[in-house]
């Protein structure tokens, strides 16, 4: 059976681990935490950059640290993960939810200034399989209503948009490491600052909203509960385990893009045939081969391919069920505007076998096997 996930293994990951334990420290911020964060603030720019336990936990600091409250609407796309919206529903926001691009399967910046009222308190692009939103037009809006953005960028570690990296180029951006994604530590994820205003409250809320931080700096004396917070820092156990692949980035990232082009060209046939649909990659975005989908021409043509794929050991997986549709998002959001994509596209997209490890012979194969089934 060719698994539709493997979760990435770079080699380092016992030894760093080890040395972890060595330490005589394991809790939160330990050495291999501080590594990690330093990895990322060189790698992306931003100001500043903190490991937390998941994307879901980064996405609620980022509710906690825009002071999100009752009333509050937040503008985000209804295909995506549920803590894209939970985070925000927990402090009392209304998600209003937007259509989708059927290009790239992110928010449609178009719809989103209809959408705004004078409750709106921030704009939540999600980068779709690691391909950008369109930040330039998201952040020009935002900037002209008085608005944050936080962009949920748990796919997108190590893409680019126009040149900066993804989760930098908002206010606050979030990273996911959990074992489905490029860079795995288990379960864990990055908070990224990059408005200096969120930066030392960042620290706190993370700290159980204690000014531990300032302590262990030596800025003050003894440290006390100062503000909200929660515990958002993972072990440093999952950190050295992260360490290791985040040293290995590049090779993980030429691998898998390698294979992304390739099930692209083995498909191209197909498409130019008129019986699938390929991602769409914009001009001014640079991917990481976090995801390789195809669209069908519907739902049931999609179930059947499933089938065919899984009778031949392959699998393949559909993605979100809109927010909206779902129980939850019903009674916590709404649709703004019409869902002329969201239903439909998603209906259609059906994720194929990619990891870091996956082999060309594998690709092929797969890519065989959906040709078979179109013949
Ligand atoms: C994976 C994912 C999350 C959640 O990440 P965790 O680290 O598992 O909490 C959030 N948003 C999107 C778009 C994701 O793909």
């Known amino acids: ?9 770079a080699g380092k990951e016992m030894e760093y681990m080890k040395k ?3 330490s005589g420290k394991i809790c939160g911020d330990g050495g291999f935490t501080k590594q990690c964060n330093k990895w990322i603030e060189e790698k992306t720019s931003a100001k500043k950059a903190l490991l ?7 996405l609620e600091m980022a509710a906690l640290l825009l002071d999100i409250k009752e009333g509050d609407e937040v503008i985000m796309p209804s295909y995506t993960f549920v803590s894209t919206a939970n985070a925000f529903v927990l402090r009392g926001a209304r998600i209003i939810f937007i259509d989708i691009r059927p290009d790239t399967m992110n928010m449609d910046e178009k719809l989103i200034e209809q959408a705004i ?15 950008a939103c369109e930040m330039d037009t998201i952040l020009e809006i935002a900037a002209r209503h008085g608005l944050y953005v936080v962009e ?11 040149g900066r990296s993804l989760g930098a180029i908002g206010d606050i951006g979030c990273y996911s490491f959990h074992e489905t994604k490029n860079y795995s530590m288990g379960e864990g994820g990055a908070v990224l600052i990059s408005n200096e205003k969120f ?3 960042a620290d706190i809320i993370r700290e159980k909203g204690t000014n531990r931080s300032r302590f262990i700096r030596g800025q003050v004396d003894k440290y006390t509960w100062v503000d909200k917070g929660s515990s958002f820092l993972p072990s440093d156990l999952n950190a050295a385990y992260l360490m290791a692949q985040l040293e290995a980035a590049d090779k993980i990232n030429d691998a898998r893009l390698s294979m992304w082009n390739l099930y692209y060209s083995e498909l191209e046939a197909l498409r130019d045939a008129g019986l699938l649909e390929l991602p769409t990659i914009p001009a001014e975005c640079k991917h990481n081969a976090h995801m390789f989908y195809i669209k069908l021409k519907d739902e049931a043509e999609r179930q ?10 392959v699998a393949s997986v559909f993605h979100y069920i809109p927010l909206h549709s779902s129980e939850a998002g019903m009674l916590y959001g709404e649709f703004r505007g ?4 969201t239903t439909k596209e998603s209906e259609r997209l059906l994720r194929l076998p990619m990891y870091y490890g996956l082999k060309a012979e594998e690709v092929s194969y797969i890519a065989g096997k959906i040709k078979e089934y179109f013949m």
Do not use: W
Not at 1 to 9: A, E, L, T
Not at 152 to 162: H, I, L, T
Not at 338 to 341: K, L
């Open 199 to 201: 930066s030392e409250r």
């Open 52 to 58: 937390t336990t998941s994307c879901t936990h980064a």
């Open 152 to 162: 949920d960028a748990a796919q997108g570690v190590m893409s680019e948009y126009k």
């Open 1 to 9: 059976m060719i698994q539709f996930n493997v979760p990435p293994y």
């Open 20 to 22: 972890a334990i060595d």
């Open 117 to 131: 009222t004078e409750k709106t308190k921030a704009i939540v692009p999600v980068h779709y399989a690691g391909v």
């Open 304 to 313: 059947r391919l499933i089938e065919h794929l899984k009778a031949n050991g």
């Open 338 to 341: 019409e869902d002329r994509y």
